[in-house]
C-alpha cells in the first residue's frame, strides 16, 4: 500500500506518532512518504528513516492567501507519491489536503487525525466550526485520538469516524542506581535536599498546559490551605518538603508570565521551590528520579507523557479532561479543570503518605502494561485503511 502523511508544524506528540507509524508501516513493506515543513522534518527525522521519503510541504498556522500556492505544491508532490492513502494529522494538514484532494481527477482515499480541539473564541471560533465540519464530511475516514474528538466530528457530519490512540514510544528502564544518582544531581543543581518531594511536570510551557493552575496551587501549599482537604491538623500536610520540576520549551512570553505569578506568590509566603528545566533529553531519567507526575493541562487527547509515567509506575495527578480520565482511569489522582484546590490537596496527601504514592504507581504500571505500543497501532491502522477499499476515481 502507498500511503502519504502530512503533517504540519510540531514539535511533539502529533510528530512522533507520525514518525512511529512511518517507521513501523515501512518496517511492514508498505511505501510511505511525508510531506510537512522543513522544521517538522529536522526536529524528527523523517527523512532519516530508511524507506521513507520525505518533501517539505511549509504548511503555516493560519489560513491566507498563500494557501493556494501550497495547494498547488501538494497537487504537484502527491502525483508524484501516487498514494493509495493521503492521511493528514491536524486541522491546518487536513484542510490544504481536503482542497488539494478537491483539484485532483483520480483522488486517494483521505484519512484525517484529530490530535486537538478546536479553542477558538468569537469569529476565529466560528471559523474554526466551518473548517471542522467541512474537514469531517469530506474526509473518508477521521480519526480521533481520544473518544470526545471522535463524538465532536460524528455530530459535525463525519460518516466514518474511530478512536485511534496515538502511542507512546517504549519507555527506557532507569536502574534506582542512576534514579539516584539523577536525584542526587537535580538536588545539587538546584539546591534542594534529596529527601525533598519531587513533583514533575513533562510539557511546553504554553497555555494549554496551564502552568498558572500549577502555580496557584503551590501558594495553597505555602499558605497551608490544603490541609482542610486531606483530614489532616494544619501543617501535618507540609511535614515533607516539596520542590517542582517543569521539564519542557516554552513560549517565552507564556514562561515570563508565570515566573512573574510565582514570583508574586513567593514573595507573600513560603511556598514550594519551583524549578523551570527547559527542554530536556533525558526525561526517563527525571521521571524515575521524581516521586510524582503532574500534569495540569486544560485539555488533553491522550498525552504520552502520561503514557510515559504510567508505565514508569510513577503517581500521578492530572485534570480528568479530555481523553484523560479515559486513559488514567483508577491508575492516578484526577482533579477538575483548573482547580488547583484539589489539586494542592492531591500533593499535600502525596506528600506525607509513601504508601498512598506507592499503591497510585503500582496502578499506574499496571495500566502502562495494558496500553498498545506503537506497533500495535500501527496495525490496527492498516486494517482501518483496508476497510477503505480502491481510491475513488472523480
Keep these: 500500500m502507498r500511503i502519504v502523511f502530512v503533517i504540519g508544524t510540531s514539535t511533539g506528540g502529533v510528530g512522533t506518532h507520525v514518525r512511529a507509524l512511518a517507521r513501523e508501516l515501512t518496517a511492514a513493506g508498505h511505501e510511505i512518504g511525508v510531506i510537512g515543513p522543513a522544521a517538522t522534518d529536522e526536529h524528527f527525522g523523517f527523512s532519516l528513516l530508511p524507506g521513507v521519503r520525505f518533501a517539505v510541504l511549509e504548511l503555516g498556522t493560519g489560513i491566507g492567501v498563500g494557501d493556494a500556492a501550497l495547494v498547488r505544491r501538494q497537487r504537484t508532490l502527491l502525483r508524484s507519491f501516487a498514494p493509495d492513502i493521503v492521511h493528514a494529522h ?66 459535525l457530519g463525519a460518516h466514518n469516524a474511530r478512536f ?3 502511542a507512546a514510544p517504549q519507555v527506557e528502564h532507569i536502574p534506582a542506581e542512576a534514579a539516584a544518582a539523577t536525584r542526587a544531581a537535580l538536588a545539587a543543581d538546584y ?19 496551564n502552568y498558572p493552575m500549577l502555580i496557584r496551587a503551590l501558594g495553597r501549599l505555602g499558605e497551608g490551605e490544603a490541609s482542610a482537604g486531606t483530614g489532616r491538623a494544619d501543617g501535618q500536610a507540609h511535614s515533607a518538603s516539596v520542590v517542582v520540576l517543569v521539564a519542557g520549551a516554552a513560549d517565552e512570553s507564556v514562561l515570563t508570565e508565570v515566573r512573574a505569578q510565582y514570583d508574586q506568590l513567593s514573595a507573600a509566603s513560603a511556598i514550594p521551590a519551583l524549578h523551570f528545566l527547559g527542554a530536556r533529553d533525558d526525561v526517563a531519567e527525571l521521571a524515575a528520579a521524581a516521586d510524582v507526575y503532574v500534569l495540569t493541562s486544560v485539555w488533553e ?17 492530572a485534570t480528568a479532561t479530555g481523553g484523560t480520565p479515559e486513559l488514567v482511569g483508577d491508575a492516578g489522582i484526577l482533579v477538575a479543570d483548573d482547580d488547583d484546590r484539589a489539586l ?30 506503537e506497533k500495535d497501532v500501527a496495525e490496527e491502522l492498516v486494517n482501518l485503511y483496508t476497510e477503505l477499499g480502491p481510491a475513488r476515481v472523480g
Excluded: W, Y
Design 90 to 155: 491536524g486541522f491546518r494538514a487536513g484542510l490544504i489536503t481536503l482542497l488539494t484532494l478537491r483539484t485532483l481527477r483520480s483522488r486517494p482515499r483521505f484519512v484525517l487525525s484529530l490530535h486537538n480541539q478546536a479553542s477558538g473564541q468569537g469569529m476565529r471560533g466560528k471559523v474554526e466550526t466551518q473548517v471542522e465540519t467541512m474537514l469531517a464530511r469530506g474526509a473518508d475516514l477521521v480519526l480521533g485520538a481520544s473518544t470526545d474528538l471522535v463524538d465532536r466530528a460524528r455530530q
Design 344 to 373: 494542592a490537596e492531591a500533593v499535600a496527601e502525596l506528600a506525607v503518605d509513601p504508601a498512598r504514592r506507592a499503591e497510585l504507581g503500582r496502578r499506574a504500571a499496571s495500566r502502562g502494561a495494558e496500553l498498545p505500543d
Design 191 to 209: 539546591g534542594f535536599d534529596e529527601g525533598a518531594l519531587i513533583v514533575l511536570a513533562v510539557g511546553r510551557v504554553a497555555p494549554q498546559k
Design 301 to 317: 487527547a491522550r498525552a504520552l507523557v502520561l503514557q510515559e509515567a504510567l508505565k514508569a509506575g510513577k503517581a500521578i495527578v
Design 164 to 166: 485511534l490512540p496515538a
